[in-house]
């Protein structure tokens, strides 16, 4: 018989376990200094919970099951909606605001494909309560501030807003067949696909020319000025401004050289309101991370509140950090000590005290060299 790990999971073997750890830990570290706690939910939620945020994006990538109670549940596929249950339902009284961080897996169904991951972890934090400008730059300055104590210098945090998109769509006036197209297309950043919907027959002229032109706008504060002249009227004018004001704050920190303004961007989930973000790194085609406003959210829970968050997946990091040359060497043990058992047991508590890592060898026993591992690059993040 032969034995394995089934599609899509793999095992962590010691040396890059130590390596996720140290990074887990100085992301995690990072976010306590903006005042973030740990929080954990269990593994599985009820499909309802699931579904409050995934009514169309992806909800076939779910893994199911039925308990013995006939119960169907779903494994998480990311944390923003476990942790908005948790608020709405442990915290719910409490005025907040609430700031979270976790470190989990997820789990996502998909194709049979080689070498396609179906287990990932997310490193990520949730602010609920706090809305607008500095709710915005909160979450993106901690996201900076993480990334920098992993390591990882250069990368960039591209910054939409889906309100944009929302607001051509109701200039458009077109129909629900219509407006469900442009979005896919966004969702999937198929420029070709939009322009060619720009160009259906009703579509106003304003409206066709934003499409085609404000998925391309990227740069700095002057892509928000420049988005703000290409859209029709006053659209998103609220967002435009919400985003500039972030923008400032940003800049005050000195995040703002990590930040890209990105109008083509738009997340998978069905949950996001205003800004959302992707992490990019250069060498790496695919996000690291993500996230984005979902004030929405909490309000299919009964608990309405302004909520924001980001999530960067650990496998991509861990990725980026190697190919930067940040990442430290690995160490799982700093001296073995070996010799007859009693005296080696005594010296090797001496040597923890002083704060090293030690391993035994006694009795003729050897110590197990840790065996290093080769990555699987094909990882996922919250999408």
Excluded at 203 to 217: C, E, H, N, Q, Y
Aim: one cysteine or more.
């Amino acid at each position: 018989m032969k034995v394995s790990a089934a599609r899509g999971f793999r095992d962590v073997l010691p040396l890059e376990a130590v390596e996720r750890e140290r990074l887990s830990g100085a992301m995690a570290r990072a976010m306590s200094m903006w005042g973030y706690g740990p929080v954990e939910t269990p593994v599985v939620e009820s499909e309802e919970t699931v579904n409050a945020g995934l009514r169309t994006a992806r909800a076939e990538t779910s893994f199911r099951l039925i308990d013995s109670d006939g119960k169907l549940l779903v494994l998480r596929p990311d944390m923003t909606m476990p942790i908005a249950r948790l608020v709405a339902t442990r915290l719910k009284g409490d005025p907040g605001p609430h700031r979270l961080r976790y470190v989990a897996d997820v789990f996502r169904e998909g194709a049979s494909l080689r070498g396609q991951s179906r287990e990932f972890t997310q490193i990520g934090l949730e602010l609920i309560g706090v809305s607008g400008a500095a709710g915005d730059a909160e979450v993106i300055g901690a996201l900076v501030e993480s990334l920098r104590a992993a390591g990882i210098d250069s990368f960039v945090v591209a910054v939409g807003n889906v309100a944009v998109f929302t607001a051509l769509i109701e200039a458009a006036d077109m129909s629900d067949e219509w407006s469900r197209k442009v979005l896919a297309a966004a969702h999937d950043r198929d420029l070709v696909g939009l322009d060619t919907l720009a160009e259906t027959s009703g579509v106003p002229a304003d409206v066709r020319d934003a499409l085609k032109s404000v998925p391309r706008i990227r740069g700095g504060a002057d892509a928000i000025d420049i988005c703000r002249r290409s859209l029709p009227g006053d659209a998103a004018r609220d967002a435009l401004d919400s985003l500039a004001a972030t923008w400032e704050l940003l800049d005050t920190i000195d995040a703002s050289r990590h930040v890209s303004i990105d109008f083509g961007i738009m997340r998978s989930f069905d949950y996001y309101t205003g800004m959302v973000l992707e992490v990019y790194v250069p060498g790496l085609g695919l996000p690291i991370g993500g996230g984005g406003r979902y004030d929405a959210l909490l309000g299919e829970f009964g608990c309405p509140s302004p909520a924001a968050g980001f999530a960067v997946g650990l496998e991509r990091l861990h990725i980026a950090v190697a190919d930067s040359g940040a990442g430290a060497e690995a160490m799982i043990v700093d001296e073995v000590v070996g010799g007859e058992a009693r005296d080696a047991f005594l010296r090797a508590r001496t040597m923890r005290e002083q704060g090293r890592r030690v391993a035994l060898a006694v009795d003729g026993s050897v110590a197990s060299e840790p065996v290093d591992v080769t990555m699987n690059g094909d990882t996922d993040v919250r999408r």
